[in-house]
């Protein structure tokens, strides 16, 4: 008798998280939204929430846990019960810290559930619309006309703003100066009033002050041209091949959450999806719906935190002291 104890323990405890999963949802779902309100990562969530909302019966609640690059709201999740009931937006960010940071608070694969990427959009490299600077080329040639004079902002230290120009430095053999700042907001305000000459940032962030005239888009960081800016070429059409920085966004939910669990939120995800209200709210916003089943969307984590990795040890002055 002693030795079956075990295995019906185990056994109880397998039927006990079915049943929860067949009643699942019952109660609201916290949703970590890893940004403060507004801007790309925010309006992402809310559009997601809100549909789930309506498809799951049960209310969706959008928690903005903006902080320590993502992470302090990927720690959050870490740490939550696996029951479904605490969600993530994840977004790049994720995997970039996993490449660039020398620690974290969570295993970045282990402690998370992966259910389905969401949406992918490109960033924008911008310039202040005075700027004599109207193409990448032009940018190359400023560069080394004046090498470590042109600056370029970031959202802060060992982000893809971060990155995407130390790419650009070592591809294109230029020297830049980097300029942190405390979120997208205040680096998109520096580059208005020219404090600095350049940043790359999320389309959604960049977008309406290219419209209002106040900035210049003169390269996209995705495969291909965006509907949104449609006259703007790609980092690829101007010379710099293979080149696809752009973000994406997806849900997780801690590790140990019940496969019956992640697949009906998979399920209402991926039609929320296909709803073309939602697409089009998206869309508005300059993402890309884009769903995957589970094991799709690991796929990608996995091979996105592998790329960077390998472009940090190739640029090793990238690794974060964090």
Not at 72 to 94: M, N, Q, R
Not at 187 to 207: C, N, P, Q, R, W
Request: hydrophobic share 45%.
């Amino acid at each position: 008798m002693k030795f079956f104890r075990p295995l019906f323990l185990a056994m109880a405890c397998l039927a006990a998280g079915a049943a929860a999963a067949q009643d699942y949802p019952n109660k609201p779902i916290r949703m970590f939204i890893p940004a403060a309100p507004g801007g790309g990562v925010d309006s992402a969530g809310r559009i997601l929430a809100t549909y789930l909302t309506n498809k799951l019966g049960k209310s969706v609640v959008p928690e903005n846990r903006a902080g320590a690059g993502t992470m302090l709201a990927s720690d959050s999740l870490a740490k939550a019960p696996a029951d479904g009931y605490t969600i993530l937006l994840v977004t790049t960010s994720h995997t970039v810290n996993a490449a660039v940071r020398k620690s974290l608070p969570y295993d970045p694969v282990k402690d998370f559930a992966a259910v389905s990427e969401v949406g992918y959009t490109p960033d924008v490299l911008v310039v202040n619309s005075e700027s004599k600077i109207h193409s990448v080329a032009e940018l190359v040639a400023a560069a080394k006309k004046a090498p470590g004079k042109l600056t370029f902002g970031s959202s802060g230290p060992a982000t893809l703003s971060q990155l995407e120009p130390e790419l650009l430095k070592d591809e294109a053999g230029i020297d830049l100066l980097h300029v942190p700042y405390r979120g997208g907001v205040p680096a998109v305000t520096a580059v208005i009033s020219k404090e600095i000459d350049m940043l790359f940032l999320g389309v959604v962030a960049v977008a309406p002050h290219i419209s209002s005239g106040k900035l210049r888009a003169i390269a996209t960081t995705g495969k291909n041209r965006i509907p949104m800016l449609k006259d703007v070429p790609t980092m690829a059409e101007q010379g710099f091949r293979d080149w696809d920085t752009g973000i994406w966004y997806g849900v997780v939910v801690p590790a140990g959450t019940p496969p019956a669990v992640i697949a009906t939120l998979n399920k209402a995800i991926n039609e929320a999806l296909k709803d073309e209200d939602v697409r089009h709210k998206l869309a508005t916003v300059g993402i890309e719906p884009a769903g995957t089943t589970p094991e799709q969307f690991t796929a990608l984590m996995n091979s996105d935190i592998a790329r960077w990795k390998k472009i940090v040890e190739k640029l090793p002055q990238l690794k974060s002291n964090d």
